[in-house]
């Protein structure tokens, strides 16, 4: 069985660091690619990012023009785990946040989610 | 602003046929991509329920069902009953700026 397991809600101010983990298991983690999707409060779907495992060395990463500059995608095969990481959260950053696997071919969709993860941002 | 376009709300008693709409343009769903469609119950991630325009995932029931036609695409739903009540979003991919994935603003299914 295909999971993504995500790593706890977290509650932080505005200024400070961030990473958040999804973990896959139940598939090949470096041959599927993994997306982000944002969801603030109350609105609806934001495709942020994805990154491709891959079996070399170098992960091709590609951001959504909204999200380049504002957040990192980043994977760790050796543990099947994907990284989302801030280096200085905005209030604006609210929202959860879910780890995807996006497949692409053909067509390009997502046929697995993670839980989420609730990151809320308040002085 | 979403890139596709979605009503935000419709409503239907059970048993009824309706139909939710997605509106894009000629970089996503009038260039020829897929479109695709997820459900979002409150409090739960979202679920694929149909992939590739019109094919269902196992488990999803034939109830739903999915067409597309120039820059549009709809998802259909017969036989509507109270568990359908849920957040709907269409999807495709977009191949302005490098390309990336696009969704609809979301409809919320209310069952009378």
């Known amino acids: 069985e295909v999971q993504l397991v995500q790593s706890g809600a977290e509650v932080k101010k505005p200024g400070e660091s961030l990473k958040i983990s999804c973990k896959g298991s139940?598939?090949?983690?470096?041959?599927?690619?993994i997306a982000w999707v944002r969801q603030m409060p109350g609105k609806g779907l934001e495709w942020m990012g994805i990154?491709?495992?891959?079996?070399?060395?170098?992960?091709?990463?590609r951001y959504s023009p909204s999200f380049q500059g504002q957040v990192t995608l980043s994977v760790d095969k050796s543990i099947s785990t994907a990284y989302l990481q801030w280096s200085s959260l905005k209030a604006s950053d609210t929202a959860m946040y879910y780890c995807v696997r996006h497949r692409s071919g053909i067509s390009d969709f997502i046929d697995y989610w993670g839980q989420g993860t609730l990151v809320t941002v308040s002085s | 602003q979403s890139v596709l376009t979605q009503p935000p709300s419709v409503s239907g008693a059970p048993g009824q046929r309706l139909t939710i709409s997605c509106t894009g343009s000629s970089s996503n769903i009038g260039a020829g991509y897929e479109v695709h469609w997820y459900q979002q119950f409150p409090g739960t991630a979202p679920k694929l329920l149909i992939y590739n325009t019109n094919s269902r995932p196992s488990g999803v029931p034939d109830r739903f069902s999915g067409s597309k036609s120039g820059t549009s695409a709809s998802l259909a739903i017969t036989g509507l009953q109270a568990e359908d009540e849920a957040d709907y979003y269409c999807?495709?991919?977009?191949?302005?700026?490098?390309?990336?994935?696009?969704f609809g603003g979301g409809t919320k299914l209310t069952v009378l």
């Open positions: 990154i491709y495992p891959g079996d070399s060395y170098d992960f091709y990463i």
């Open positions: 139940g598939y090949s983690f470096s041959s599927y690619y």
């Open positions: 999807q495709s991919y977009d191949s302005s700026l490098n390309g990336y994935l696009v």
